[in-house]
């Protein structure tokens, strides 16, 4: 008889997306497991957990990170995402695969900055498709930053006057044989006195046909496709959704209720 195959997603409740406070800070998540083959992508969003690049399988089983994963009897395969702890403390966005129990890579020079990065979303469809979510609070050195050359916005300071610190997101698309980033944009807002960049957090995540669908959350205004910044009622939160072709390099859809 074929082993049953258990998959495993973490979630804030059954049936319910992750979704951080407008503070920034991100709900905790938990294990959900169901039996059969997975009907649709796993899709996780406001994750916030240790994942170290020097642990093994049994290591990562045991300390159970936010991730999406699928087991048939003792075969485990997985992608985990969360941040590792590095010299002085800093937090380092992370990103690791295992493959039918053996940890295929790790990646913790995604984003690396003497500002703390965690990786907040992922989505995969259990197949070649796997995309995550970097939170980060300034420009980045690494991995993200060579695929987001490219992309609709191709740092933090683009369309930001300043450089002041503020969480902003990353998204990306990962080689999952690899784990090498193949494209990337950053995500901002901006004060709309002072163009300083202002806080923009994940609320949810998933594949629109070929490409990606990302919504946010911001204190400020969020962007129009064209990157400039939206006029908007005084309604807090501003929720925007943007919907990207699968090289980042433009919006296709960017839409928030009550700007224009």
């Known amino acids: 008889m074929a082993a049953a195959l258990l998959l495993s997603v973490t979630v804030a409740s059954p049936g319910q997306a992750l979704v951080p406070r407008v503070d920034g800070s991100a709900s905790v998540g938990r294990t959900a497991e169901r039996i059969g083959p997975p009907q649709a992508p796993g899709i996780l969003g406001g994750a916030e957990s240790r994942l ?5 399988v ?5 300390a159970r990170p936010s991730g999406l994963s699928e087991q048939r009897g003792d075969v485990l395969t997985g992608a985990y995402i969360g941040f590792s702890e590095q010299p002085g403390r800093v937090r380092r966005a992370t990103v690791m695969f295992i493959d039918s129990n053996v940890k295929a890579w790790c990646n913790d020079e995604l984003a ?3 500002e703390p990065t965690n990786t907040t979303g992922l989505a995969w469809d259990f197949d070649d498709r796997l995309m995550v979510v970097v939170e980060a ?3 980045i050195a ?3 930053a060579v695929a987001a050359a490219g992309g609709w916005l191709r740092n933090f300071s683009d369309r930001n006057e ?3 610190p503020a969480k902003s997101l990353v998204i ?3 080689d999952v044989a690899t784990g090498t980033p193949t494209a990337a944009t950053f995500i901002t807002a901006m004060q709309r006195r002072s163009f300083q960049a202002a806080d923009l957090v994940l609320s949810r995540l998933g594949f629109e046909g070929g490409g990606y669908r990302i919504d946010t959350l911001s204190i400020e205004p969020p962007r129009r496709a064209d990157r400039s910044t939206f006029a908007c009622d005084d ?3 501003y929720r925007a959704t943007y919907v990207f072709p699968a090289d980042f390099s433009r919006t296709v859809v960017a839409g928030a209720p009550g700007c224009g």
Do not use: Y
Request: aromatic share 8%.
């Open 162 to 164: 300043t450089s002041r």
């Open 112 to 114: 690396m900055s003497p």
């Open 52 to 56: 170290e690049c020097s642990w093994t």
């Open 137 to 139: 609070r300034t420009d």
């Open 142 to 144: 690494g991995d993200l």
């Open 58 to 62: 049994e290591e990562v089983r045991s």
């Open 172 to 174: 990306a698309t990962i």
């Open 235 to 237: 309604v807090f939160p």
